[in-house]
């Protein structure tokens, strides 16, 4: 009977820690309240009032010390990708903002040294790197999905719009896909002429991230009448990469 309660409690503490486990642990989130209010402010579908975070520019600065003093071990794998999302893309808008309103594009601000995406202006986890970093070192490497390419945002008129909400590792599956089919189905940014599909430059540059195979990316994402196209014309299809306008996504 001893042996039994023994096993009985040795049970009952396990489901206790393991109840209490996850929420100091595996459970561990980035509050990203402050920089959420700034986006649902100053960001309408995909145009950024640049001038409204210039005037809270204290809060956006409070939201980046949120990040940096964030322990990324301890975040789960959607969580350290959202971090990573959030973090590139208002990195982004402070460099913006370091130059702002004197600026026509993000391009502005490199020089004949170094790209702005190579600027060391990012700080997380007790170091300070680059937005190149943050992209390839840490979303593209580390993640190996290649809808990262429509959540960050380069500033620009070519790039993927920021969206108004911060990316969160409870919603990230559905943010992405969001992200990527808004994306793939903008007749501004991809279209159909003929048997040429017209595609965003992103497609070019990063082909390896889509497998080599543009039109079986487009194929999945695509919807309505641009995907029946698409699926009726596959076999004789060329693919046309469109010009990259890198004026500033501002209003």
């Given amino acids: 009977m001893r042996i039994i309660r023994s096993i009985l409690k040795i049970f009952l503490t396990l489901c206790i820690f393991s109840n209490l486990a996850p929420s100091g642990w595996s459970e561990a989130s980035v509050d990203s309240r ?56 208002a990195w982004t808008i402070k ?49 190996k999905d290649p809808r990262v390419h429509f959540a960050i945002n380069c500033a620009s008129k070519s790039c993927p719009p920021l969206i108004s909400e911060p990316y969160e590792g409870s919603t990230l599956n559905r943010q992405l896909d969001d992200a990527t089919r808004a994306f793939i189905n903008d007749p501004e940014s991809n279209y159909l002429k003929g048997n040429k599909l017209y595609v965003s430059r992103i497609f070019k540059w990063f082909s390896e991230d889509f497998d080599d195979d543009v ?28 010009s990259y306008d890198w004026s500033l996504n501002g209003s």
């Fill in 215 to 242: 039109l079986s990316f487009f194929l999945k994402y695509s919807e309505g009448n641009f995907k029946q196209e698409l699926e009726a014309q596959k076999n004789k299809i060329k693919i046309v990469y469109l």
């Fill in 34 to 89: 402050l920089y959420g209010e700034l986006l649902i402010k100053y960001v309408k579908k995909g145009v950024v009032d640049y001038q409204g975070f210039k005037n809270e520019e204290t809060k956006l600065d409070e939201y980046l010390r949120v990040l940096e003093n964030t322990n990324v071990s301890q975040l789960s794998r959607d969580e350290l990708f959202a971090f990573y999302v959030n973090a590139y893309n």
């Fill in 95 to 143: 460099l913006i903002l370091s130059a702002y309103p004197g600026i026509k594009s993000i391009k502005d601000l490199g020089n004949i040294f170094k790209t702005p995406w190579e600027k060391k202006i990012v700080r997380i986890n007790g170091d300070v790197i680059t937005l190149d970093d943050v992209e390839h070192n840490k979303l593209r490497a580390q993640f």
